[in-house]
């Protein structure tokens, strides 16, 4: 099946630098990306959409300054988390779909850790 | 608008025992109807799915019929295992109206217990 490959998979971080998540499809070409926050216990949080070589479109709420989105190939898009923040600990996920009607390919996630 | 509401959990079970997770929606088209499994630490996992209606999917034991009169899809197995032990999440996709988006229900946390 489908392979999205997400790394790192642990990051800890320093208040205040920043972190790049990147995510791959590795047997198919994505059209579409999303990145989605998982708070404990809770279901996913859309934080944004990408298609190749397009603008991302970010959810309402979501800071587009903070939360860089760049999905420059078929393949590979990837999250910067700007100046991170306590706050901004999370588990992030990135998912892929070829096209159409095709289901969601998941990362298995990146925990992410504010010191 | 489109949305998913899923059983809330946690849900507990023995070893052997019958599952059903139940799960409705609201589409103002003619959404497809997933389900996924997240195991601890990792990202989610495409269970299976439902393109129109009527459909089952199927996949590991665990079925899910999509019932546009009900507007369900509900997860069922006959005989869960420790290994099912995750949490399962309810989606839809609507292509034709949302787009890519998809939404997804809260999830429901299960542990199967020996």
């Known amino acids: 099946g489908a392979v999205v490959s997400q790394h790192p998979s642990r990051v800890i971080c320093k208040s205040g630098t920043s972190v790049k998540i990147e995510c791959r499809s590795l047997?198919?070409?994505?059209?579409?990306m999303f990145w989605y926050r998982q708070f404990p216990k809770q279901s996913l949080m859309l934080m944004a959409t990408?298609?190749?070589?397009?603008?991302?479109?970010?959810e309402q709420g979501v800071e587009k300054d903070k939360f860089l989105i760049n999905h420059a190939s078929l393949t590979l898009s990837t999250l910067t988390v700007t100046s991170a923040h306590p706050e901004d600990s999370s588990f992030y996920i990135c998912?892929?779909?070829?096209?159409?009607?095709?289901?969601?390919?998941f990362g298995n996630g990146t925990r992410l850790t504010v010191t | 608008g489109n949305s998913v509401t899923q059983m809330e959990g946690p849900v507990t079970l023995s070893e052997e025992a019958f599952l059903t997770i139940n799960c409705t929606y609201t589409a103002t088209g003619y959404p497809s109807l997933f389900w996924y499994v997240q195991y601890p630490g990792e990202g989610l996992q495409l269970l299976l799915k439902a393109t129109k209606a009527d459909d089952k999917g199927s996949n590991k034991g665990f079925e899910a019929t999509y019932r546009k009169e009900t507007t369900s899809f509900h997860l069922e197995k006959g005989s869960v295992q420790v290994s099912d032990s995750a949490v399962y999440f309810c989606a839809l996709s609507d292509r034709r109206n949302t787009g890519n988006q998809f939404y997804f229900g809260t999830g429901t946390s299960l542990t199967v217990i020996p």
């Open positions: 990408s298609n190749e070589g397009s603008k991302a479109t970010y």
């Open positions: 047997d198919f070409q994505a059209t579409t």
């Open positions: 998912s892929a779909r070829w096209q159409g009607i095709s289901p969601l390919h």
